[in-house]
């Protein structure tokens, strides 16, 4: 069975600074998904950025860059000039690549952001 | 495309009782999934539907949880003879047709407390 570990349950950053939140899984397979998730507080799960295991190049979105680490099993989060609205609690979540596509989740890094 | 709902938003019911809840999923979503979220933690998968067909259950989905998809839309999921342990945040997600068909969608949950 797949596992993921967040290994750092809050996180805080200035804004305008950049944040890097860890993530590091396990498993057997070769081909899957990867995925970052951003949690509000009482608001609704939304994607931030997701990468194909197959892929070398890292994935990119605006603010949002992951360095994703096959090899070690790595797959990090970094938010570059960090804005208010960025506080949430982020999720790391690997997905297979079979036709289940069901996915395993961290515990979660609670982002705090300072003005 | 108005995403993924779920209905209600919150619930709370007394111990011994049975509660039911709705997703649905973007219309053109053939996959449907449900998770658990307790608090602090991550979402853990109870079950996805291909379709009209639960293909798969996680070993978390006592006999007391049961969920359909009939025809292949919306879906429910309930709960009977409830226990104070079911007081979780209950999410839906969908997945659609490629590229992102690995990608999940997640609906804002229903908070059950169960008293």
């Known amino acids: 069975a797949q596992t993921v570990t967040q290994s750092q349950p809050e996180m805080s950053v200035q804004e305008a600074e950049t944040v890097t939140l860890s993530c590091t899984y396990d498993t057997s397979e070769s081909d899957y998904y990867l995925f970052w998730y951003k949690q509000p507080p009482s608001r609704q799960m939304i994607l931030v950025i997701r990468?194909?295991?197959?892929?070398?190049q890292n994935a990119t979105e605006n603010r949002f860059s992951v360095n994703f680490q096959k090899a070690a099993k790595s797959f990090s989060l970094k938010i570059s000039d960090s804005q208010l609205g960025d506080a949430a609690m982020y999720f790391c979540a690997y997905g297979d690549n079979t036709n289940a596509g069901k996915s395993t989740f961290g515990d979660g890094t609670t982002l705090t952001v300072k003005p | 495309d108005t995403g993924v709902s779920q209905d209600p938003r919150h619930k709370i019911t007394k111990r011994g009782q049975n509660v039911t809840f709705r997703c649905d999923p973007i219309s053109e979503h053939n996959r449907l999934y449900w998770y658990r979220q307790t608090l602090g933690q991550g979402p853990e998968f109870l079950t996805y539907f291909q379709n009209e067909a639960q293909l798969e259950k996680s070993r978390l989905l006592s006999d007391r949880f049961s969920a359909e998809r009939p025809k292949g839309s919306f879906s429910t999921l309930e709960i009977q003879r409830t226990e104070q342990g079911d007081s979780a945040m209950y999410l839906c997600?969908?997945?659609?047709?490629?590229?992102?068909?690995?990608?999940?969608?997640f609906g804002p949950g229903t908070r059950l407390t169960v008293l």
């Open positions: 997600a969908s997945t659609g047709p490629l590229p992102n068909s690995n990608t999940q969608y």
């Open positions: 990468q194909e295991a197959y892929k070398q």
